[in-house]
């Protein structure tokens, strides 16, 4: 016989009771929810209205309606912006440039994160405020030196110049943060996998980063956002078509009299989409957490 | 084999505010099967030894040997032990399954299916077969410290070290657990080295018991030999709950018989027990177990007058707090004894039951006499090993 306690016997009033926490009365329940939804309606009606907005043409702009009918949707303004040849290469650098990013900057933080955690050696505390003082001065501080820099190691107006630029402001965040996710994971799993037969890497490969993919998703997503919506450091290193990014990709639906804004805006809504994929694939392991259930005392 | 040695062992940890010596010139033998308990207070360096010889920390001074071979420069996984951490240190990761199956990947070239119905062997033999699928945070205290316990048998190591495993299981199943423990231990007839800080666990479990304490390590020897003939007055103290009292006490020759003289009273010496301590200078700590504490009239030589100050009934037995000479000590008097708090009560320390430790050193120079098994084979309902067999036959 199905018991109450059965989800699929439950009415939807007790249903609701169960879902809402046994301390908050219905009444306090929509009160927060109304607030909630004010302040996310807030942040995204203007996102919903990009996107809707990359959809209708120039003229439905500059109408006075705000939704578009049915009828007024036209993919025509992705089609214009794909089919320039600068626009589609801008992307694939942006690809290039964010993708090699957050690898270089995952492979050096979670090798270094780990060592810090983990070894005791002469000048680790230096260091890690060394790490921590880059990102006290702003970039704009350090720019001339740094292209001088570049330029000298012929670097410029290169992916892999924009790449190692983007990885500097990069690894000391994405080493910093790691650390601290595996200052969290016990030392006694590393032990106990010593025991187990692993060597230093595969404790680091077996055990750390599994447990750490909450502190490496939150790394490489904060990674890939920094180097794709860098606009300053590729404006001074990029000195031609073929090394730009999509953030200057945007410039190109503008010119000093004019405005073409449906494409800008379907730009906009291209630039930002991987983004947004990114973060929907990242999102399980930051929400997911360390999971802690093996471990007792500590 | 797994005949465990540890020689000479020194552990010094260097810190700023200077070198901390964590185990001091320690030397044990293991024989192959034994089951010994490291046992000791906070700090001691118990732990600090079993890592050593689990290979998780290098010793400063001293050798591990295993069936006659130093391992002291291998590695964790050339050592040939497996390990059971305090916090389990399961892989949160994993499932159990995954846990105990790990070090036969990692450290052995088995077959697929050898590693598994090794691991399914080991899992029904400790009763989780059905916890194998199920990850760690879905298991409770207990099951996850049998997983841990599966994860360590399944390797079938010459050697199990065991950091205080029982001690984050609540009371009643650390007591049926190490029973089991105990039980799987003979069972498999794997040396074992385990560490705890709990006596009982220590008295309990162990074939010889380790006391240690600030790194040096103060007895070696059976449970009983640590608790009726202790080497000094921190073993017989460690030992045994509740720890037995001890009387700062001064030799006194100067009567018509040597004595004890302690602030609340003295205590006239047989012949025997003065020749023990004879010699050794004038101050002495008088030890008594609160068992062995008897209750006495007024004129009884070495009588002793004392107040209750508090009584724990516990049923089976009392323990009456008692004030000597303004400090506070125990007895443990028949539970079906009514004493009232405040009340005057007079008792004599048995001579064959005391010990007497030297007041500078605190060595021992004369213990109980221990229990006579003569004594024990006549007792009424005791057969001996020789009529049980003949009772079988």
New interface residues.
């Given amino acids: 016989m199905a018991t109450s306690t059965d989800p699929e016997d439950r009415n939807l009033s007790q249903r609701i009771d169960a879902w809402l926490d046994e301390d908050m009365s219905p009444r306090r329940a929509i009160g927060v929810y109304l607030v909630l939804g004010l302040y996310f309606a807030f942040l995204l009606l203007p996102v919903v209205y990009m996107v809707l907005a990359s959809f209708t043409s120039q003229s439905f702009l500059f109408s006075p309606e705000l939704v578009p009918a049915l009828g007024d949707l036209t993919l025509a303004n992705y089609e214009t912006v794909l089919s320039r040849g600068d626009f589609r290469t801008y992307f694939y650098n942006s690809m290039i440039v964010a993708t090699s990013t957050t690898l270089l900057v995952l492979t050096v933080g979670i090798l270094a994160g780990y060592s810090m955690s983990r070894f005791d050696y002469p000048g680790r505390g230096g260091l890690l405020y060394a790490f921590l003082s880059t990102q006290m001065l702003p970039i704009v501080l350090i720019l001339i030196p740094f292209y001088i820099l570049m330029f000298s190691l012929n670097l410029v107006d290169s992916l892999l110049g924009i790449v190692i630029a983007h990885s500097v402001i990069g690894i000391p965040l994405g080493t910093w943060l790691l650390k601290g996710y595996i200052d969290d994971i ?1 030392e ?2 590393d ?8 060597s230093h890497l ?1 404790v680091l490969r ?2 750390i980063v ?2 750490a993919m909450p502190g490496i998703a939150v790394a490489g997503f904060y990674t890939f956002i920094l180097s794709w919506n860098d606009y300053l450091l590729v404006s001074v290193l990029s000195q031609t078509a073929g090394t730009r990014t999509l953030p200057f990709g945007l410039q190109l639906f503008q010119s000093q009299n004019a405005v073409a804004w449906n494409l800008l805006i379907t730009a906009a809504v291209i630039t930002m989409a991987p983004v947004i994929l990114l973060f929907a694939v990242a999102q399980r392991w930051v929400v997911e957490g ?9 | 084999m797994g005949e465990l040695e540890i020689r000479d062992l020194t552990k010094v940890f260097h810190d700023d505010g200077g070198d901390i010596v964590a185990v001091d010139d320690l030397d044990i033998e293991i024989e192959d099967g034994e089951l010994i308990v490291l046992v000791g207070p906070s700090g001691c360096g118990k732990s600090t030894t079993l890592r050593c010889v ?3 920390e290098s010793p400063t001074d001293g050798d591990i040997v295993l069936d006659g071979t130093a391992v002291t420069d291998q ?3 050339e050592r040939d ?3 059971v ?9 994993m499932s159990s399954r995954e ?1 105990m199956e ?2 036969l990947k ?3 070239d088995l077959p697929k299916d050898e590693i598994r119905s090794r691991v399914e062997e080991t899992a029904e033999m400790l009763g989780i077969s059905e916890l194998l699928d199920k ?5 409770s ?1 207990g099951q ?1 410290q049998r997983v841990a316990l599966g ?1 360590a048998i399944v ?1 079938e190591p010459e050697v199990f070290l065991m950091d205080e495993p029982l ?2 299981l609540d009371a009643k199943l650390r007591t049926q657990m190490r029973t089991e423990l105990q039980a799987l231990q003979q069972d498999l007839g794997v040396t074992t080295l385990y560490v705890t800080h709990d006596q009982t666990e220590a008295m309990t479990m162990s074939d010889r018991i380790a006391v240690l304490n600030d790194g040096e390590l103060q007895q070696f020897g059976t449970p009983l030999e640590c608790y009726h003939e202790p080497e000094n007055e921190f073993v017989a103290g460690f030992i045994g709950s509740p720890s037995m009292n001890f009387f700062d006490v001064e030799l006194d020759t100067t009567g018509d018989r040597p004595a004890l003289v302690h602030e609340g009273f003295r205590y006239d010496l047989e012949e025997d027990v003065y020749a023990d301590i004879e010699g050794h200078g004038e101050r002495f700590t008088l030890g008594i177990r609160p068992e062995d504490i008897e209750l006495a009239t007024a004129d009884e030589p070495n009588a002793v007058t004392t107040t209750v100050e508090v009584t724990e009934p516990l049923g089976e037995v009392t323990y009456v707090y008692l004030e000597i000479g303004d400090r506070q000590y125990t007895a443990t008097l028949e539970g079906d004894l009514v004493i009232e708090t405040g009340r005057t009560l007079t008792i004599r320390f048995p001579q064959d039951r005391i010990h007497v430790f030297d007041g500078q050193t605190g060595e021992a120079l004369r213990n109980r006499s221990r229990p006579d098994d003569e004594v024990v084979e006549s007792l009424p309902g005791f057969q001996s090993s020789d009529s049980v067999e003949a009772g079988m036959e």
């Fill in positions: 016990p006694s799993l032990e106990a996998a010593k025991m187990d037969g692993c595969s077996r055990v599994p447990l360390l999971a802690s259930g093996g471990m007792k005392g500590n | 689990a290979g998780l590695k964790p996984k032990m497996a390990m951490f305090q916090s389990y240190a399961l892989y949160p990761h846990n790990f070090g990692m450290a052995t990850k760690p945070d879905e298991l205290g996850q994860r390797r001690s984050n």
